[in-house]
């Protein structure tokens, strides 16, 4: 069994955190709302149930897949996500033939079990190493930098540099 083309989206800072109390961290990243709205834009967004949780709602224009050993216990955001399943295999085969756009959304517990089925990983690094949370994550996929921008982080009030990065993964994991 084999997932389609999925491509894995994320942000770190230097000391690789990546969420705190089921949030993400304290940091304001100048275009990464508005990149992640572009790169997603009618793709299926495939999620650990707390990154579900975190969520206000549904995000417009995507489908939602939710993956939990709970099925019967995620919680509605005013409609439930278009699947919940309970592994990554059910997932990947849930996802045959449904979509070729699919991005991998969070969080750690996913990224860990699913970053070498990805061909993409989309990462934005925010260069301040002393940002405050409770999950941590840095992709250790081998992979080759594509294409890369800078931007600009606010962290608590202070100004640090941040960059956008495509990676592309050279070795996918083929099989699940
Ligand atoms: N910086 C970023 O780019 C970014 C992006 C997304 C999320 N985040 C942050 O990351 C944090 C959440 O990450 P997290 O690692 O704590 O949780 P997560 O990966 O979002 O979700 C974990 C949950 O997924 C389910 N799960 C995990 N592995 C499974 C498996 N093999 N089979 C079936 N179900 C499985 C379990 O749900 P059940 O407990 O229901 O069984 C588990 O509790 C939040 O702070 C969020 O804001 C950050």
Redesign the pocket.
């Known amino acids: 069994m084999r997932f389609p083309p999925m491509t894995l ?4 800072s230097l000391n690789d955190v ?8 304290a940091w304001k990243i100048a275009g990464d709302l508005p990149r992640f709205k572009e790169l997603t834009k009618g793709a299926l967004l495939l ?6 949780d ?1 969520l206000p709602r549904k995000l417009p224009g995507r489908k939602h897949m939710v ?4 099925i019967d ?2 919680e509605p955001k005013g409609e439930l996500p278009d699947w919940i399943v ?3 295999l059910a997932a990947c085969q849930t996802l045959q033939g449904v979509s070729d756009k699919v991005f991998i ?7 860990n ?1 699913l970053q070498h089925y990805c061909t993409t990983i989309e990462e ?1 690094v925010v260069m301040d190493n002393n940002v405050a ?3 941590h ?1 840095r992709h250790t996929a081998r992979t080759d930098i594509v294409a890369e921008s800078a931007t600009t982080a606010l962290v608590h009030g202070i100004s640090r540099n941040a960059f956008f990065r495509t990676h592309q993964v050279r070795t996918v994991w083929k099989d699940i």
């Open positions: 989206i994320y942000a770190r990546i969420g705190d109390g089921n949030n993400l961290p999620m650990g149930r707390k990154t579900w975190s993956i939990t050993r709970n216990q995620v309970s592994s990554p959304i969070g969080g750690g517990q996913i990224y079990v934005t949370g409770d999950v994550w």
